[in-house]
């Protein structure tokens, strides 16, 4: 569990501190009244990330979904299944793996099966 303010974070803290900047867009979001209780997390994997089914797709683009409870003292947050509690451990442990600190930024490959993706930072 990982606290940030008024967040509670059920989540491992080398995904919180790896995209720590999406917690903090999403949670601008409260006061505005944009904020939706479910978010997805695109990983950023670079050139990391597993091929696509189809290779002419390139490489694959994975995320989890994520919830967030709004209560009168905290926003508590986890993964929203356990499928994507699972994306998450394995996201963590492959990152780890291979030496990638939580704030490195891996610049994104190519996904001509995307429209309109190209590179990615």
């Given amino acids: 569990m990982v606290r940030l303010g008024r967040w ?3 989540l491992p803290d080398y995904f919180v501190a790896r995209y720590f900047d999406e917690f903090v867009k ?3 979001q409260i006061p505005t009244g944009e904020f939706k209780p479910t978010r997805l997390f695109v990983f950023n994997e670079g050139e990391l990330a597993d091929w696509s ?5 390139g490489k694959a683009m994975l995320g989890a979904w994520l919830l967030a409870k709004v209560g009168k ?3 508590e947050c986890e993964a929203y299944s356990e499928l994507d509690r699972d ?3 394995n996201h963590c442990r492959k990152l780890q ?6 704030r490195d930024r ?5 996904r001509p099966g995307i429209p309109g993706i190209g590179r990615m930072q």
């Fill in 8 to 10: 509670k974070i059920d």
């Fill in 26 to 28: 999403w949670a601008k």
């Fill in 53 to 57: 089914p189809d290779r002419e797709q």
């Fill in 73 to 75: 003292r905290f926003i």
């Fill in 87 to 89: 994306k998450i451990r």
């Fill in 97 to 102: 793996s291979f030496g990638v600190r939580s």
């Fill in 106 to 110: 891996l610049l994104e490959p190519e």
